[in-house]
């Protein structure tokens, strides 16, 4: 029998291959020839072994970023319309742990490193310090070496005045090598750097609103016994890795998770994993509003900073045991599975985002809500469902009249009504780990309220605090703890009374994973499960189906759950007062989180968050 990720796949049109060809072809150049052998030191001149390779020619004119313009090529749509096909992979996750967070940033250098093709990388955050320097040093030898590289960052979320950093990467092709094809010969087409902001300000077709929150590397996608995708949470900064500036232990850094995946063996290269998920990235690439940056300074000062932070992070005991170590790692706890892309580019160009949600979401059957939606309805058998996201709110939306309405085919409440057997766990953040205290606001006073109290004691709760958590009468009532610890709705947030900042000895830091799962299926990616995930911001990454990797996920949602408290239950309520006490932004937002929910709310900016 079909998988319920392969039978999903019917309810699309359009081949997504149409995509890469339509993308391409304005970009296809004539091939430069040889140079003559008296100017073979010249840098553009290739050596006198290298061959012409019909097939690799049109594959490299394929990844040059295409003029949509010119084509009267909507990228969007075609992304929006394509037909995606499961894939089958080998998947692995890389944890939330510090020796994971290390694992991942050594394997990201590390397949930059054994790149022999092409390197693609898309993030949402990228910081000009340690981690963000390091990787564009790799990336630079990458080059140097023959690698073709495509790198794009978010222009809001990476902001920066010059963006010196990407312009010094591009200059490093003017010594880049030639690619090599799947036979490992030289050809005649010379490595290169295409380095692009999203939405950058300064071009007409952006909207400042509309970002891509993208994380997202894919090494040698063509090629599907070497390709790698890897996505999930972190950004390229030193705050998602644990560490700081100097190598130290970061004990604040966030808790994130990722997924590694690979081709099984014999997988069709034009339906692969890494075929798919390069293709993407050149959807995204494409779409109008995108800076492509040039530059002609030489930048050798930056040049200089990528080496040295290269250097200095390789030398590193952590990092340097964990990269010694990859071979193996990557060879580990890889488990086969069934695996779909999905992502909500339909949310860059959707208008009425919130009165008419659910018909934009219709327009793109490649989003990821819109597939949970589908698969939940073909799990009917289903019992638990578990989320992780540092920001979770209930989808409710608003009419063009102004009236406020649940989506039932959304609402938490609704499918538990629905399926009187199935139960929900989630976990979250607490006013502790939060690094968004508006987002917590509505966590706090909407999210977890809506989902647990009834609605007399969710008015008492959003009262002054003396009136509601402060008040005996109310939190240490019968009522109260029958309605938080209702066994089919759990909700954890992340942190506990010994943590360091209250006194104790236990670092929590900060959660930023995002992944859900059933006792089915399972997402990894980028989105919040948010109102700006759901309506603005481009979001992605992978359903899968493979007991092993869901297990994998289940496992990490366990060790997340040990270290939180039940929403609602007297350590947390403890910990909150610990938390207010403690003075500073954190202890003053969070006595004031009743008072920021009810403006927010009232001033319509809990969309924007």
């Not at 070496?145 to 978010?154: K, Q, Y």
């Amino acid at each position: 029998m079909d998988s319920m990720i392969e039978a999903h796949q019917i309810s699309f049109r359009t081949g997504i291959f149409l995509a890469l060809i339509l993308l391409g072809a304005c970009a296809t150049a004539p091939l430069q020839p040889p140079c003559p052998a008296d100017r073979q030191n010249l840098p553009d001149c290739p050596p006198l072994a290298a061959v012409y390779d019909s097939a690799l020619d049109e594959y490299f004119h394929s990844r040059t970023r295409a003029d949509v313009a010119a084509l009267n090529i909507d990228p969007i749509k075609l992304g929006m319309s394509a037909d995606v096909p499961a894939n089958d992979v080998l998947g692995k996750i890389i944890g939330s742990s510090y020796e994971d967070s290390i694992r991942s940033l050594a394997t990201k250098i590390w397949l930059i490193d054994n790149a022999d093709h092409t390197v693609d990388a898309t993030y949402y955050i990228f910081k000009r310090d340690l981690v963000g320097y390091a990787f564009l040093g790799a990336l630079c030898e990458a080059v140097e070496r023959g690698v073709d590289i495509r790198i794009m960052v978010d222009s809001l979320g990476s902001y920066h005045r010059s963006h010196s950093e990407l312009k010094a990467l591009k200059n490093c092709a003017i010594d880049g090598g030639f690619i090599r094809n799947g036979d490992g010969e030289l050809t005649l087409n010379k490595a290169r750097v295409q380095a692009l902001l999203f939405g950058a300000a300064s071009e007409n077709a952006s909207n400042i609103n509309r970002r891509s929150h993208d994380k997202l590397l894919v090494t040698d996608g063509n090629w599907p016994d070497k390709a790698w995708v890897m996505t999930g949470g972190r950004n390229i900064s030193t705050a998602y890795y644990g560490l700081l500036n100097d190598g130290r232990k970061d004990p604040n850094a966030y808790k994130d998770l990722e997924i590694i995946l690979r081709a099984q063996p014999g997988a069709n290269n034009t339906g692969s994993v890494g075929k798919i998920s390069e293709i993407y990235v050149s959807i995204l690439l494409a779409v109008p509003g995108n800076k492509v940056l040039a530059s002609s300074l030489a930048h050798s000062g930056e040049r200089k900073k990528m080496r040295d932070h290269l250097a200095a992070l390789r030398a590193m005991p952590d990092f340097k045991l964990a990269y010694d170590n990859m071979d193996t790692y990557l060879q580990q706890d890889l488990y086969p599975a069934k695996t779909r892309i999905a992502h909500e580019l339909g949310n860059i160009v959707n208008t009425k985002v919130v009165s008419e949600y659910d018909s934009n979401l219709q327009k793109n059957p490649n989003s990821i809500i819109y597939i949970t939606r589908q698969l939940s309805e073909m799990d009917p058998d289903n019992r638990t469902a578990r989320i992780v996201s540092p920001y979770l709110f209930l989808p409710k939306y608003e009419r063009d009249d102004g009236t406020i309405y649940e989506d039932d085919s959304e609402n938490l409440a609704a499918w538990l009504k629905e399926h009187p057997e199935n139960r929900i766990e989630i976990v979250t953040n607490s006013i502790m780990t939060s690094d968004n205290f508006f987002a917590q606001a509505i966590i706090d006073m909407d999210t977890a309220p809506s989902l647990l109290l009834d609605e007399q004691t969710q008015d008492q709760w959003r009262k002054k605090l003396k009136h509601s958590e402060l008040n005996p009468e109310l939190v240490q009532s019968k009522s109260w703890k029958d309605l938080i610890n209702n066994p089919r709705v759990r909700i954890y947030q992340t942190g506990r009374s010994d943590a360091d900042i209250l006194g104790g000895d236990t670092a929590y830091g900060k959660l930023h994973a995002k992944f859900f799962l059933t006792d089915s299926w399972g997402f990894v990616g980028t989105t919040n499960l948010d109102y700006r995930s759901r309506l603005y911001n481009n979001e992605m990454g992978f359903f899968f189906e493979g007991e092993e990797l869901r297990q994998a996920l289940v496992d990490e949602f366990e060790m997340l759950k040990s270290n939180s408290y039940l929403w609602g239950s007297p350590e947390w309520l403890e910990l909150r007062s610990a938390v207010r006490e403690l003075g500073g932004v954190k202890g003053h937002t969070s006595k004031k989180q009743r008072t920021v929910y009810k403006q927010l709310r009232a001033t319509g900016l809990h969309w924007q968050f």
